[in-house]
């Protein structure tokens, strides 16, 4: 097999994977839970620091007005918080709030915690820490597109 195949085969293997576990994780939302938008909005916050609602759109791949919206709704809920940027005073600048930071401390989702659970049970020592080293692979592929 060249090796051109070998990496074929690996985006096929993993598309399918992937896509397989978030419509699984998808169908385990509780009332209260983030969303995976919301998830993905602290996160990258938590990741890459304070940031606009249309870098953080950019940086997940959606439009500034989605963007907004779950940014409005994580501000209800006293997650994210906006201020004026100092540097210029007509750009906003949203930023994780204590409680933010803490529901991604607590991993608070019962997503995650079904997640831990079927890893703990389900996996042995060797192949959680090879997941453990896949994980961020995984993250940077999917920041590559």
């Known amino acids: 097999m060249t090796q051109s195949s070998d990496v074929d085969d690996l985006a096929g293997a993993l598309y399918g994977s992937i896509g397989l576990l978030a419509r699984r994780l998808r169908q385990l939302q509780a009332p209260g839970d983030l969303s995976l938008p919301e998830r993905a909005a602290l996160a990258r916050l938590d990741r ?11 940086a997940e791949q959606i439009t500034s ?15 994210v918080e906006r201020r004026r940027d100092p540097d210029d005073g007509r750009r906003i600048i949203m930023s994780l709030t204590e409680a933010g930071v803490e529901v991604l401390r607590h991993k608070r989702d019962a997503r995650a915690q079904q997640l831990a659970k079927a890893l703990g049970e389900r996996f042995t020592d ?20």
């Open 48 to 58: 890459g620091g304070p940031a606009t609602a249309a870098e953080l759109a950019r």
């Open 126 to 145: 060797a192949e959680l820490a090879t997941l453990t080293a896949a994980a961020p692979l995984i993250e940077r592929l999917g920041d590559s597109f």
């Open 65 to 79: 007005q989605a963007m907004g919206t779950t940014l409005g709704v994580l501000e209800e809920r006293g997650f």
